[in-house]
């Protein structure tokens, strides 16, 4: 059996490809995004991802950032379990009126300097959802948002790009 | 069309899968849930019907017509009606938890939808409502022209079924869960590391899809429709396309069909290449993530190539599909399909010779056949537990009748199970994705839809990658712009939600993340 796992990562090989193009970065090799992350952050940027009400859409493009095209890790990029050991929070869904809290304390549980990205457009703007008896609309009703990736669901190299651009502002915002 | 006892006058609704309607009283209510059951049908959904204006009630009071049940029989889809009536102040029916304990969520939840309750069910704490808004608040009876926006009210506690005994403890996990998935909440009574019981909490993803429905044109609510399971947007799209069609007895060109099953069978493959690499994951074998998910990729990255977005959301259009495959489509999925077949049987063979992996997969969160018919488990991990039903092949409609599809079907119904189940899937999806490349049709892709000139309602029946997703819909007529009066959604969660309870029972905390991923159940699509 070993040998057929051998030959099948063989086979596969390695896929991953470069990191997406946020405009005003001069270069963008994993090694420049590892030390721009830990120049802001002291340490690998850690993400808690956060579903208010999506459609689980979002969920998936996001979890696909795992796979070994965009292999996140190898950015210095990880998920992580509880909101106290992330720098980020990546939100997606109309805020659900049955989540708000649940998203609030999340919000307070992540230590500064925090981070928000908003994913999709239910998340951005409420989407086709909007706002009713059950949803609160978009995130920044509830929680301060620092980047929004617009998308139904966006794809997972937009996300990503919009991960390292709310890195990058913080870089920027501190001169 | 015949329900053995009972004397009913069943409609046949136009629509490409055998649905009858039929309006019943009180006693035909209780009698006909008992008949199904004998005869081997089960639930499938139950639901209260369109607002309408309660005469005896002071100015302006509005009730639910009717509430709905519908059932799967081997003839096909028996949708049926029991007008209801305001007694003291409220509507009520009997109670259907008795015979089909599937139904007990579904009554919680049209109590606080529409205001109408089951006469005599054992649980009515309120499901989908945390306390949010107030509890007298009906949100499907509301005026959807003038939406009142409710207050936002705390949140309350929910009341927990208390496991007592030495050394019983509770873990709460969630709604915020550990990975990346849906928000939910589980409440486990354990002893060591044993399962003694465990209580699900759902409705945090509730977004009132059902009253957005009601706010949308016809012909424009598809869209809505493909959010209500973003994993299952082709089938829920479909669904609601062909309710709609029903409604207004149109047929759509063959080729949209076979464009729509290509469609359906894709995102079959998609979702079972994302979940056998998630249940390896689980097991922490890392080599099966990395190769199911660069699999996934790629079949994704081909959809877009062949339709234009990578789930395929919004290509279902009311009386077709958007459009043809696109230039280079039909190539790109014909070369996925020969490397992620290629690849799939290697895996199948490193999955079953891999012993640290089958020791965590067998006999893991088991559902015994027989509790499985009880309970109405269905779709995938129905047909794992040998609950035979797929509507691709029980009611084959075009394209399904030419491709004659081979029903996947398991009988140990754990773990290992519904992985088989996935790995025997995804090889016949590709075989039916292959054939559809080859043999569809040319032709229009769509035909125009005329919105009937009175009251209507139409029906949509499609298998899912989940299991089977159906859309009751009832029209205005045109004098009231045609307007979705009801429309709604059904997700096969609602069924294997509650069989989950039981599934991981005795089994250790440890191993439920795997048991629940094994199920891969939908939060939005219960949730609405």
């Given amino acids: 059996m070993i040998w057929k796992v051998v030959q099948q990562i063989a086979k596969a090989g390695i896929c991953t490809e470069a990191a997406p193009d946020i405009g005003d970065v001069s270069g963008l090799e994993p090694s420049h995004i590892q030390a721009e992350l830990l120049s802001i952050l002291g340490d690998a940027l850690s993400i808690r991802e956060v579903d208010t009400g999506s459609c689980n859409g979002c969920e998936m493009e996001i979890s696909a950032l795992g796979n070994p095209y965009y292999n996140i890790e190898g950015l210095g990029i990880k998920f992580v379990a509880s909101p106290r050991h992330a720098d980020m929070l990546l939100v997606t869904g109309p805020v659900s009126r049955n989540m708000k809290m649940a998203l609030k304390r999340t919000f307070d549980a992540t230590p500064a300097p925090k981070l928000v990205v908003a994913v999709g457009d239910c998340a951005c703007t409420g989407g086709i959802f909007g706002e009713s008896y059950a949803t609160c609309g978009r995130v920044d009703k509830v929680i301060p948002v620092d980047v929004t990736v617009p998308g139904c669901p966006p794809e997972p190299i937009d996300i990503l790009r919009g991960i390292l651009m709310a890195v990058r502002r913080r870089v920027v915002a501190r001169g | ?528």
């Fill in chain 2, 1 to 528: 069309m015949k329900i053995p006892g009972l004397d009913l006058e069943f409609v046949a609704l136009p629509a490409p899968v055998p649905v009858f309607w039929a309006q019943v009283t009180p006693a035909q209510w209780q009698a006909a849930a008992t008949a199904v059951l004998e005869a081997g049908g089960r639930l499938i959904a139950l639901w209260a019907g369109k607002a309408i204006k309660d005469i005896a009630a002071s100015a302006g009071g509005t009730r639910a017509e009717a509430i709905f049940c519908a059932y799967a029989t081997l003839e096909g889809l028996i949708w049926l009606a029991l007008p209801l009536d305001v007694i003291d102040g409220r509507c009520s029916y009997p109670d259907l938890s008795g015979v089909f304990p599937a139904s007990s969520r579904m009554q919680r939840a049209a109590a606080e939808m529409s205001g109408v309750l089951a006469e005599g069910a054992r649980d009515q704490r309120p499901w989908l409502n945390h306390g949010a808004w107030a509890a007298d608040h009906y949100p499907l009876l509301q005026d959807p022209q003038a939406l009142p926006t409710p207050e936002s009210g705390a949140l309350t506690d929910y009341p927990f079924v208390r496991v007592e005994g030495d050394g019983v403890h509770e873990i709460a996990v969630g709604p915020v869960h550990a990975g990346i998935i849906e928000p939910g909440h589980f409440r486990f009574s354990a002893v060591g590391e044993k399962i003694l019981r465990l209580e699900q909490r759902l409705g945090y993803t509730h977004k009132g899809t059902e009253q957005r429905m009601t706010q949308l044109p016809a012909q424009e609510a598809y869209r809505l429709a493909g959010r209500v399971s973003g994993d299952s947007t082709v089938a829920y799209a479909w669904a609601y396309c062909m309710a709609l069609e029903s409604a207004c007895q149109t047929s759509i060109p063959p080729r949209a069909a076979w464009l729509r099953a290509l469609m359906l069978e894709c995102e079959r493959v998609a979702n079972h290449l994302g979940d056998l690499g998630a249940l390896g994951n689980d097991v922490a074998y890392a080599f099966a993530l990395a190769q199911f998910s660069r699999l996934r990729e790629d079949w994704l990255r081909a959809c877009k190539t062949a339709f234009g977005h990578r789930l395929m959301m919004d290509c279902i259009v009311p009386g077709g599909v958007k459009a043809d495959l696109l230039p280079g489509g039909r190539d790109a999925l014909w070369q996925r399909c020969l490397d992620t077949a290629a690849d799939v049987r290697k895996l199948f063979e490193v999955f079953e010779s891999h012993a640290g992996l089958q020791d965590r997969f067998l006999v893991t969160g088991r559902v015994e056949p027989a509790l499985a018919a009880q309970l109405g488990m269905t779709g995938l991990a129905g047909r794992a537990s040998s609950q035979s039903w797929d509507v691709r092949c029980d009611h084959p409609f075009a394209p399904y009748e030419t491709l004659k599809v081979v029903m996947a079907t398991h009988a140990r119904g754990d773990v290992g199970a519904r992985a088989a189940v996935r790995f025997q899937e995804v090889t016949e999806s590709i075989r039916l994705i292959e054939r559809i490349l080859n043999e569809a049709p040319e032709g229009p892709l769509f035909c125009p839809l005329r919105l009937p000139e009175q009251p209507s309602r139409g029906a949509g029946w499609v298998e899912g990658w989940r299991g089977e997703i159906v859309v009751a819909l009832e029209l205005a007529g045109a004098e009231q712009a045609n307007r979705i009066e009801r429309c709604h959604l059904h997700d096969p969660s609602w069924q294997n939600w509650p069989v989950l309870e039981h599934a991981v029972m005795n089994d250790i905390v440890a191993d439920f993340p795997l048991i629940n991923k094994s199920f891969n159940l939908s939060y939005s699509g219960q949730d609405l």
